[in-house]
């Protein structure tokens, strides 16, 4: 069902959907032979979330040889790698925060991330989340059935993200004195573009001088391209159907023109810098993507203020 202006999900629908199936790829990603990234928490996150097609993925039981067709644009073993690339990417995003002394991070859309308890946080981080309300209150008890405690202070913050947001972070505690490490990972693709602009603004309004951010610029696109793009998307979640998952992703998005991340940022005083996905992939020890599969056009950006 396409999206509308009020839509609700779970993390088994809709956008919801998609943060279990990144999580499914973390997993499938840290099984890899030579790993670049190692999330324990995917799995069993991806397991309790019950959908049967991402269990079997995150678990092992299907492998990305028994999804993966010659004639897929983006097969699962190529989509698990560029998600290994991403995780990596603001992982080590939040490592060079913190060595530049920044002690408050935000984490937009946070789904099923896990860095709250599996990164060495120091002592001294406060770390916030902000999801739907239903999105945070699984992900945190579930991971306190486990046994799994947070790596940092941890403040969790139910909104979703088209209210108002500002105020509920201000009444967890955050302090738009200190300087802050944001990140938006796989976010900007399902907002529209005005949305997009906004939620930018909104983080350099509430950044002190010093702040970073963090985020995963999706390309713009003409209107003649459009249904270029969904036609990609739906081949390959269309291989999936047969394995008992129906959800149509080429729905959830929201394509056509829009502001790119780096330049927008540049015009509201941040310093950014871009780094194409294959250079990413390149840096990580991977394969780099055919032009005509999309994910190549991704940019990973880099914003200090």
Do not use: C
């Not at 999900?9 to 990603?29: C, E, I, M, Q």
């Not at 979330?49 to 073993?77: H, K, M, W």
């Not at 790698?81 to 913190?98: Q, S, V, Y």
């Not at 990972?185 to 983080?203: H, K, N, S, T, V």
């Amino acid at each position: 069902m396409p999206r509308t202006d009020d839509d609700t999900w779970n993390l088994a629908s809709s956008v919801g959907a998609t943060a279990t199936l990144v999580a499914a790829a973390r997993a499938v990603a840290s099984r890899a032979q030579n790993p670049v990234i190692d999330d324990p928490y995917a799995a069993p996150l991806v397991q309790a979330v019950g959908v049967e097609f991402f269990t079997r993925l995150a678990t092992g039981e299907l492998s990305p040889e028994d999804l993966d067709s010659n004639d897929s644009p983006v097969g699962i073993r190529r989509f698990a790698d560029g998600m290994a690339a991403r995780t990596r990417f603001f992982d080590d995003f939040f490592a060079d925060a913190i060595a530049a002394g920044i002690r408050q991070a935000v984490i937009l859309a946070a789904g099923l991330d896990a860095r709250g308890y599996r990164l060495s946080w120091p002592q001294d981080m406060v770390v916030f989340e902000i999801d739907q309300a239903e999105v945070i209150e699984f992900k945190t008890t579930t991971l306190a059935g486990l046994g799994v405690t947070p790596s940092a202070e941890l403040r969790t913050v139910g909104v979703d993200l088209r209210h108002d947001w500002p105020a509920a972070l201000a009444e967890a505690g955050f302090d738009t004195a200190e300087p802050t490490a944001w990140i938006a990972e796989g976010l900007f693709g399902y907002l529209p573009p005005e949305a997009q602009d906004r939620l930018l603004d909104q983080i350099t309004e509430l950044s002190a001088a010093g702040s970073r951010l963090g985020a995963e610029g999706v390309p713009p696109h003409r209107a003649e391209d459009d249904e270029a793009v969904r036609t990609r998307m739906q081949s390959a979640s269309g291989q999936w159907r047969e394995h008992g998952f129906d959800i149509d992703f080429s729905e959830l998005v929201f394509l056509g023109d829009r502001a790119e991340v780096a330049d927008y940022l540049q015009g509201q005083g941040w310093r950014t810098t871009a780094t194409p996905t294959n250079d990413l992939l390149v840096k990580y020890g991977m394969a780099p993507l055919d032009d005509d599969e999309g994910f190549a056009e991704v940019r990973y950006v880099t914003a200090v203020r």
